[in-house]
């Protein structure tokens, strides 16, 4: 069965310095995509990053980037440079055939929080 | 472009009534998803819809529960004779297609109390 581990249920960071956030995935498919969402205390659900199962290079937006580790079936989130409106939920999420046609499947979530 | 519409925000209802919240997808997508959000836990997929189709209702529970997404106007998800474990929040997301290399659009979510 699908299934995304985020192991850190709450992080610290100073702000202006780099943190990364865990996520592992389990699935038997070969075709599949990775995704990061932030949810502020607002509750709204802010896509952020995108990695496909096929894509070679890791990706990047401004200052988010995916660590892809394919082998070990890890996506890492890394925030460069944290600013103080980083503070937030964190949710990694996979999509997959293996599921109904594309939903996503969250894990629990990271909480970060940035201080100043 | 206005994005993943949900209404109401919040949505207050005593245990017994029915809740009827609604989605409006972005302009030109036709693939709703809809996600319950319990305290401290992450999204839950519950149902995935086209236009007047469900297509996977695979987390929906059996009782209480459904949902469409009629040819006009929004998608619903209904909840009838709710209970206080209902009370979570309910997100939508629509796609303009299907596919795993898609990324999902979601609204700012109602979040459903039941007192």
């Known amino acids: 069965a699908q299934k995304i581990t985020q192991t850190q249920p709450g992080m610290f960071v100073q702000e202006k310095e780099a943190v990364t956030l865990d996520c592992t995935y389990d699935t038997s498919d070969q075709s599949y995509g990775l995704f990061w969402y932030k949810q502020p205390s607002s509750g709204e659900m802010i896509f952020l990053i995108y990695?496909?199962?096929?894509?070679?290079q890791n990706a990047t937006e401004g200052r988010y980037s995916l660590n892809f580790q394919k082998a070990r079936k890890s996506a890492n989130l890394v925030i460069s440079a944290s600013q103080l409106g980083d503070s937030a939920m964190y949710f990694c999420?996979?999509?997959?055939?293996?599921?109904?046609?594309?939903?996503?499947?969250f894990g629990k979530g990271t909480k970060l929080s940035v201080k100043p | 472009n206005a994005g993943v519409m949900q209404n109401p925000r919040h949505l207050v209802r005593r245990r017994g009534q029915e809740a009827r919240l609604r989605c409006s997808p972005m302009?030109?997508?036709?693939?709703v998803y809809w996600y319950r959000q319990l305290p401290e836990e992450g999204l839950k997929f519950m149902v995935y819809?086209?236009?007047?189709?469900?297509?996977?209702e695979s987390g929906m529970p059996k009782e209480r529960f459904s949902a469409e997404f009629p040819k006009e106007g929004p998608s619903i998800l209904r909840i009838q004779q709710v209970v206080r474990g209902d009370s979570a929040a309910y997100f939508c997301?629509?796609?303009?297609?299907?596919?795993?290399?898609?990324?999902?659009?979601f609204g700012q979510g109602t979040r459903l109390t039941v007192v």
């Open positions: 999420a996979m999509r997959d055939y293996g599921g109904s046609q594309g939903n996503l499947i």
């Open positions: 997301a629509s796609s303009p297609r299907t596919g795993m290399y898609t990324e999902a659009f």
């Open positions: 302009k030109g997508h036709s693939h």
């Open positions: 990695q496909g199962s096929y894509d070679e």
């Open positions: 819809l086209q236009k007047e189709n469900i297509i996977d």
